[in-house]
């Protein structure tokens, strides 16, 4: 079982959508998880973290954590064309950062 | 967040050869990290790199393949060593700042090996 999992893709949505990306982990003692969007040749930035069970927001993005679950989501509302990219899940695992494969989002116009 | 700069941005190499990839960052930090990125993949940390100590290499990864220096608290080397057309791929280095765990990457190096 890999150790932090996401669907490939690629999840297309209409411009306007809201986008919901999950990612799932198999450490119960993660504390700390990380979404990192990476445009196409380029390098990965940090979006969104959160530490916390619950929700949190910051503009059009909001991160939802379920640790009894092992789940946590990004949601992305009013979804644009430019947020086209892919997102991946990072969750502390062994005093490290453990990276999913990452799934690619396609916001059509 | 900290501005992190690599270069070269992009070789090709011969099998053989060596490259050393350099990161330089804007402010002090302790940790700085190597990740490699081949195609259509995701992250995989090759080490960890503390100024005044030796790297901490993951599984998989050697030191006389991935040599890393740490001179400061603003700069690291990562060398690639005897190439071969496996080793192409992206390489990432990171910056963790004061909080822990979040990371900012430099804008990579990509490198081809003929």
């Known amino acids: 079982q890999k150790e932090v999992e996401q669907n490939s893709g690629p999840l297309s949505v209409p411009e306007g959508a809201i986008a919901s990306l999950n990612c799932t982990y198999s450490?119960?003692?993660?504390?700390?998880f990380f979404w990192y969007r990476q445009y196409s040749g380029k390098s990965p930035e940090l979006i969104m973290f959160?530490?916390?069970?619950g929700d949190k927001e910051d503009g059009r993005f909001t991160a939802q954590l379920n640790k009894a679950s092992q789940y946590v989501s990004l949601l992305i509302r009013d979804s644009q064309p430019s947020d086209s990219a892919t997102y991946l899940c990072?969750?502390?695992?062994?005093?490290?950062?453990?990276f999913g494969a990452g799934t690619i989002l396609r916001v059509k116009s | 967040s900290a501005v992190i700069s690599q270069k070269p941005s992009r070789d090709i190499c011969q099998r053989g050869t060596s490259l050393t990839i350099q990161c330089q960052v804007d402010?002090?930090?302790?940790?700085m990290f190597w990740y490699r990125q081949q195609p259509g993949q995701s992250l995989t940390l090759i080490a960890t790199?503390?100024?005044?100590?030796?790297?901490?290499?993951e599984s998989g990864f050697v030191i006389d393949k991935f040599p890393i220096s740490r001179p400061n608290l603003t700069f690291s080397t990562l060398t690639v060593s005897n190439m071969s057309p496996e080793d192409s791929s992206i390489y990432l280095c990171?910056?963790?700042?004061?909080?822990?765990?979040?990371?900012?990457f430099g804008p990579g190096t990509r490198l081809t090996v003929t």
């Open positions: 990171s910056v963790e700042t004061d909080k822990t765990y979040e990371q900012y």
């Open positions: 450490d119960r003692g993660s504390q700390s």
């Open positions: 959160i530490y916390s069970n």
């Open positions: 990072a969750v502390v695992g062994g005093n490290k950062l453990v």
């Open positions: 402010s002090q930090v302790t940790m």
């Open positions: 790199a503390n100024q005044g100590s030796e790297a901490t290499y």
